[in-house]
């Protein structure tokens, strides 16, 4: 009998152990499984959703566990900070590809709801009339604001000519405007250039993907083949995108090891990133910014006016100045978090802040919110000229 119960007392305190140890390993201490995975409070209402809520079809354990961890992800009040599905996953990485199937736009969080940055030109959403400056408020008629930008660009995108409701709201409308929408392949053409008075280049770039930095540089040996001598870098409306791409085409006009942006985390950690080439660093430069040039946009901005490279004109930037990590969960679903700050080679932190011009122009009134704005109605490309034909 002895000999058993020492038997039992082993099992027992190596079960323990276990616990501990594995508690240990996934979260950094015990109690945080003591105080949060085992909460009773947290088992309870799990047990009490299970066995009471009127419909059982609408409940299971997966439904449950995705809600809890959305939950916990939004309670840290960060709207860049998110939990994908596995569904919602799968469909963030295809959209960073550049090629995927939905609407055709870009959103940003706005102070209360998700707000339209860019209505790519030919697109669905577009073509139905959904412009920059909507705040979207449902999709099909599920509720959103602004922490749930991925759900909305998720619920947006879908199966090619399969229909979606966008709700928005819209200045000067006195009530919410439903869009209904075909889902069609939206082939993301972040890179566009011209050349004004054959001497002139201008490129626009509308999102820093993977396939950003070759097209700018094939756009840009297009324009110096053609007798380009000034530059125009257009990142009006531009929401972000990759912080590798943007690297790749700030050095374009640095000298190697020029300071391009440096990461700060919560444990004053920091990362820089710099020029990798000597790039060109004659071409006279002007960089057009507005409210919506957001994230990996303003690093472009920021870095070239601080390093002296090019002029900034037009308004003020978004500010998004902090940097998100995703973290794969084992199953196909993964967290977005935001991991740490990024700061300009002068040290400033741009959150929330934005990037001034040096030279503020605003549009008229009648096209603050339109990416495509008449030659002789842009104001902003006209003094970017204006200051380039100066320095020629």
């Known amino acids: 009998m002895k000999k058993r119960l020492n038997t039992i007392a082993i099992i027992l305190i190596t079960a323990v152990a276990t616990y501990i140890f594995t508690t240990y390993l996934y979260f950094g201490s015990p109690l945080?499984?003591?105080n949060l995975v085992t909460n009773p409070k947290l088992s309870k209402v799990i047990w009490l959703l299970k066995k009471y809520y009127y419909e059982p079809k609408d409940i299971s354990d997966q439904k449950l566990i995705d809600g809890a961890i959305d939950g916990i992800a939004a309670s840290v009040n960060d709207p860049y900070t998110e939990y994908f599905t596995k569904k919602e996953f799968n469909e963030f990485v295809i959209q960073s590809k550049g090629t995927y199937f939905g609407i055709g736009v870009t959103i940003e969080p706005g102070e209360h709801y998700i707000e339209v940055?860019?209505?790519?030109?030919?697109?669905?959403a577009y073509m139905a009339g959904i412009k920059p400056g909507d705040k979207i408020i449902k999709v099909n008629g599920i509720s959103l604001t602004a922490k749930d930008i991925d759900k909305a660009a998720s619920l947006m995108r879908g199966p090619k000519g399969t229909p979606v409701t966008v709700t928005v709201l819209r200045d000067g409308s006195s009530k919410p405007i439903d869009f209904k929408i075909v889902r069609d392949e939206i082939k993301i053409k972040t890179v566009s250039s011209k050349i004004f008075d054959n001497t002139i280049g201008y490129i626009k770039i509308t999102n820093f993907d993977e396939n950003t930095p070759q097209d700018f540089m094939a756009a840009y040996d297009k324009l110096k083949s053609s007798g380009c001598r000034a530059l125009i870098i257009d990142l009006r409306f531009n929401p972000g995108g990759l912080l590798e791409s943007v690297v790749d085409v700030a050095s374009n006009f640095l000298k190697k090891g020029q300071l391009i942006v440096y990461l700060k985390d919560r444990y004053n950690n920091k990362q820089y990133f710099k020029s990798y080439k000597n790039g060109d660093t004659v071409t006279p430069l002007v960089v057009l910014t507005n409210r919506y040039s957001a994230s990996a946009s303003e690093i472009l901005a920021g870095c070239l006016k601080d390093q002296k490279?090019?002029?900034?004109?037009g308004e003020k930037t978004f500010g998004k100045g902090v940097v998100q990590q995703v973290f794969e969960l084992g199953d196909g679903s993964a967290i977005k978090i935001t991991v740490s700050q990024y700061l300009l080679p002068s040290g400033a932190y741009i959150n929330k802040k934005g990037i001034k011009p040096d030279i503020q122009v605003l549009q008229p009134k009648e096209y603050q919110d339109k990416m495509n704005v008449p030659l002789n109605k842009d104001l902003q490309l006209k003094k970017?000229?204006?200051?380039?034909?100066?320095?020629i």
């Open 32 to 34: 945080y499984t003591n």
């Open 117 to 124: 940055v860019t209505s790519f030109e030919g697109s669905p």
């Open 309 to 313: 490279r090019a002029k900034i004109v």
């Open 384 to 391: 970017a000229i204006e200051i380039l034909k100066s320095s």
